[in-house]
């Protein structure tokens, strides 16, 4: 089991920054592909970034292109989530979470793909 922590979240006025951070605790996950999803109140749990195992490949939401960035450090074992022009209803909780393709099929975009997931990390947007 991969055990993944986040942190960066808070509050920020509507157009802020922040960044997201993913890491996992003695463990390398340099072979996995790693995503960002969020879930507001009442709402399902929606895909917002990924990147692949090497890191070569990135995907976005609709929503968020353009404005945020997702990014890998294996030095630093860490994955991060960078996030700009934040708004109000962006508010929510963010999990960050691996799988390791091995010669499977990949599925950034798809939540139920990704085996290992963090507690997440609580984004508030103020308007």
């Known amino acids: 089991q991969v055990q993944l922590v986040e942190s960066g979240g808070g509050l920020v006025p509507a157009g802020g920054s922040l960044r997201l951070s993913c890491a996992a605790p003695g463990r390398t996950f340099s072979s996995y592909a790693m995503g960002w999803f969020r879930q507001a109140p009442g709402k399902e749990r929606e895909f917002v970034a990924a990147?692949?195992?090497?890191?070569?490949?990135?995907y976005y939401a609709d929503s968020v292109k353009g404005r945020f960035t997702i990014a890998r450090d294996y030095a630093k074992n860490t994955v991060y989530l960078q996030m700009y022009s934040l708004k109000p209803e962006e508010k929510a909780v963010y999990y960050c979470a691996a799988e390791w393709p091995g010669s499977g099929s990949y599925y950034p975009e798809v939540g139920r793909w990704y085996d290992h997931w963090g507690q997440g990390t609580q984004v508030t947007v103020s308007s």
């Open positions: 990147i692949s195992w090497s890191g070569g490949s990135t």
